[in-house]
């Protein structure tokens, strides 16, 4: 079975302007959560999708939306691009047939490595 | 205000020794714990979990200590190997919200050959 695959694996911009991730979930996977990684703050939970719809949501500006296809394949979009959004963004797919945590567990993909300057 | 704190950004043991990790949380809501390891570029794989109703959960080299008073989790990893050596990434969620991970910072782990 193919992972989660994140494209693409590095991009380089510049303030100001805004940048589009995509993420394929593991096949059959329905939930697709997006994380930042920086060296500063670590891992940060930015939001989930679930059946095209978001879910949960983390602590970050609106700058930082996504969206969910109809087969379960997911891009982040960030506006308006601040050095400080220079980090790793994982894309992490999981079943979400349960809730329960022990049936649920989260499979990231490498990452796309962002950086802005 | 970190919910999730790894206070030791690096651990370093010799190889067949055991290693302990150590993760403190504060949300009272957390009631499922995970431990997720990283190479450099790689996403984080999934390695154990443990619910809040149990206080142990082994998996081979691997046991996972919870104790709820305390706010207190501890990864074991016996014997260590060179191939363990990786960050190390505790993190913490609650039942209905199972996908929605708050992270420690991580503990970079060397192992010593």
């Known amino acids: 079975k193919a992972g989660v695959t994140q494209t693409p694996r590095y991009l380089i911009k510049t303030r100001g302007q805004q940048v589009t991730l995509s993420c394929s979930p593991i096949s059959g996977h329905r939930s697709v959560s997006w994380y930042q990684q920086t060296p500063g703050q670590g891992l940060q939970f930015l939001f989930e999708y679930f059946s095209e719809t978001q879910r949960n949501k983390g602590n970050f500006p609106g700058r930082f939306s996504g969206r969910q296809f109809s087969n379960s394949r997911s891009e982040m979009n960030v506006s308006t691009l601040e050095l400080g959004d220079s980090a790793l963004y994982l894309c992490?797919?999981?079943?979400?047939?349960?809730?329960?945590?022990?049936?649920?567990?989260?499979?990231f993909g490498s990452g796309t490595q962002l950086s802005v300057l | 205000d970190q919910q999730v704190k790894q206070n030791s950004p690096s651990l370093s043991v010799q190889e067949g020794r055991i290693s302990i990790l150590n993760c403190d949380y504060t949300n009272s809501m957390f009631d499922y714990f995970l431990w997720y390891k990283k190479y450099p570029a790689e996403g984080p794989t999934f390695l154990i979990s443990?619910?809040?109703?149990?206080d142990k959960n082994e998996d081979g080299r691997f046991t996972v200590f919870l104790n709820k008073s305390a706010k207190h989790l501890s990864l074991h990893i016996v014997p260590s190997q060179p191939g363990d050596s990786a960050v190390y990434f505790c993190?913490?969620?609650?039942?209905?919200?199972?996908?929605?991970?708050?992270f420690g910072s991580g503990t970079q782990l060397t192992v010593l050959p």
């Open positions: 993190a913490a969620t609650w039942s209905g919200s199972a996908r929605q991970l708050t």
């Open positions: 443990i619910s809040s109703i149990k």
């Open positions: 992490a797919s999981s079943l979400a047939g349960t809730g329960d945590p022990a049936n649920e567990k989260l499979f």
